[in-house]
């Protein structure tokens, strides 16, 4: 397919003599579509050429020479040079590449990349809950979308499996163990063994000793401890491979904290050699204050004992040895920007090359809100993550019996809308914002919402459904050259260009926003546009130009980790 903003930087090239790769980086799309399909703004040249912008604008019209068959016309807006490409062409081009490419949008940008995302990560013996739905589907989002583009791109849930709380926990068990039926109810469970434990540590300082002692236990390798560790972990799983069914999760590693137990002495042994490890209030930590970061990085507590960051240090050792990443992405809420701020600068001591450290990124996000404000369920402020998915699933399904009651697989159909509409949710602004949860917006099939999208495509369905299939030889572009189709071609052909703008800026509500745009232009069209004409050329094209509409939703939902239900 015709790159335009590419044939445009090279005709500016040949004038101006500048790389046509770096004129391309200054092309911008103007937010007002009577201003051109691209924009060059003339001021990037300013300081080279020693003209005014306009002046450098008269000029370059002037001189460059265009094929007109792909620009219909140049105009100029003060500094801007405005270029009208050819709707014929557009439209030519990206229906013939909808019809031969199954992986529209699809490209080779990633190819020889290697991602790691490590993302979900929930904590062992503890509740599934709503704050870990947001890495989880980010992560999933930006895994699926780097892999579209052909990044070699490998998941990661970096599991809470490690850490103090088991010494808290192993110590409860030993306590009173037998008065909890783990293995009947496990997470539950252990959460009240870990509650009833936690009170004992305020009242009894030697309770909290007994606990610390037993997480040292743990890494040092002590039958009893890791035995109990080893049931606590297995069981937790199982629970919590119930909300990545309902998800739709798969990662490639299940590497957790504790994986890299018999890794972190190397990391020790190398920071004790840069002589930046120092003791501390009997804690050896590393002062990062010469980097503008006022709180120490602590290394080993002052029982021996490792921490998160040794264990985040000893991970980005072994996935740059393992994994040769470009670029490795932790997916978790901005409370950690601190603690990823210390652990890539103490990276940088390891003696990585320099294209692991600058691969390391944080992609942080907001809290998850209720309209009020705050959280509440019976069990405190937690809502458990399984019961909000299955809860979304039955709310969708009584919407659909109240809209279709006769539809077929309500129960498949209500599981596609139900998650469809928490997940699009989660992504549908941007990450860092915190999200407003609230059933009535989330699960409106009118709003700006994932049911919203999946009536779209249901209504793209059932039309071709009617229709049948349309060949692309039957179709033409010059009968589709009004604005509301028009408005659907220049969305169908940025698709590649979106998707490359989330792994920019590891962005997924990018897509989500324009899946937003693509279903309201096509409900335009479909108002405005009168699909079953006698006209069969006019009628070919157009039920075409839905079968593309519908072939880019699904596809940009599936990216998001969102299925698409065949009816409604």
């Not at 003060?78 to 019809?99: C, D, H, P, R």
């Not at 899946?515 to 479909?526: G, M, R, T, W």
Request: net charge negative.
């Amino acid at each position: 397919m015709v790159d335009f903003k590419q044939e445009i930087a090279n005709i500016i090239s040949k004038v101006v003599e500048i790389d046509a790769k770096e004129l391309k980086e200054y092309i911008e799309i103007p937010k007002d579509v009577k201003n051109g399909d691209y924009a060059f703004p003339c001021f990037r040249l300013a300081k080279e050429l020693k003209k005014a912008p306009p002046a450098i604008a008269e000029e370059l019209k002037e001189k460059i020479q265009i094929n007109k068959e792909l620009i219909e016309k140049i105009e100029i807006v003060g500094g801007y040079l405005n270029f009208y490409i050819s709707t014929i062409k557009l439209t030519g081009e990206v229906l013939n590449e909808i019809a031969k490419q199954p992986k529209y949008g699809a490209n080779e940008i990633g190819k020889g990349k290697n991602i790691v995302i490590d993302y979900s990560a929930p904590n062992i013996a503890k509740p599934f809950h709503i704050g870990h739905l947001r890495s989880t589907v980010i992560g999933a989002a930006l895994y699926n979308i780097y892999k579209y583009l052909g990044y070699n791109v490998t998941g990661i849930n970096h599991l809470g499996d490690y850490g103090t709380q088991f010494g808290k926990l192993i110590e409860g068990y030993r306590l009173w163990g037998d008065e909890y039926d783990i293995d009947k109810s496990p997470i539950e469970e252990l959460t009240k063994i870990y509650i009833r434990i936690n009170q004992l540590c305020k009242e009894d300082e030697n309770v909290l000793q007994a606990c610390r002692d037993n997480f040292k236990k743990l890494e040092d390798g002590d039958e009893y401890c890791v035995s109990l560790w080893t049931k606590f972990r297995e069981l937790s799983l199982k629970e919590f491979q119930k909300v990545y069914d309902l998800l739709g999760s798969k990662f490639d590693s299940w590497n957790g904290e504790a994986f890299y137990s018999d890794k972190m002495p190397e990391v020790i042994s190398i920071l004790e050699k840069t002589g930046k490890l120092i003791e501390s209030q009997g804690a050896r930590i590393v002062d990062l204050e010469d980097k503008g970061i006022n709180t120490p990085c602590i290394i080993e507590k002052t029982n021996g004992s490792t921490t998160y960051a040794t264990r985040d240090l000893a991970a980005i050792l072994y996935r740059a040895r393992n994994y040769d990443f470009d670029k490795a992405l932790y997916v978790t809420s901005y409370e950690q920007v601190l603690h990823f701020k210390q652990v890539f600068e103490v990276a940088k001591l390891l003696g990585l090359d320099e294209k692991y450290t600058k691969g390391l990124e944080h992609v942080p996000f907001g809290m998850v809100l209720l309209p009020t404000g705050k959280m509440s369920t019976r069990e405190g402020n937690i809502v458990k993550l399984e019961d909000l998915l299955e809860e979304a699933i039955s709310r969708a399904k009584e919407i659909i019996e109240q809209k279709n009651p006769s539809l077929p697989n309500k129960d498949e159909i209500s599981k596609k809308v139900g998650i469809g509409a928490v997940i699009f949710n989660d992504l549908a602004n941007s990450r860092v914002k915190d999200e407003i949860f609230d059933w009535n917006q989330i699960l409106n099939f009118q709003g700006e919402t994932g049911p919203y999208i999946q009536y779209t495509y249901v209504r793209t369905q059932s039309l071709l459904e009617k229709t049948g299939n349309v060949e692309i030889e039957d179709v033409r572009a010059e009968l589709l050259q009004d604005i509301y189709s028009q408005n659907i071609v220049k969305l169908l052909y940025n698709f590649t260009d979106i998707l490359e703008q989330v792994t920019e800026k590891n962005e997924p509500s990018i897509l989500s926003r324009y899946l937003i745009d693509l279903s309201k232009a096509y409900s335009a069209f479909y108002n405005e546009n009168k699909i079953m004409v006698e006209d069969t050329e006019m009628k070919n094209s157009r039920i075409y130009l839905t079968y593309a509409v519908g072939k880019v939703l699904k596809t940009g939902a599936n990216l998001l980790g969102i299925e698409m239900p065949d009816k409604m």
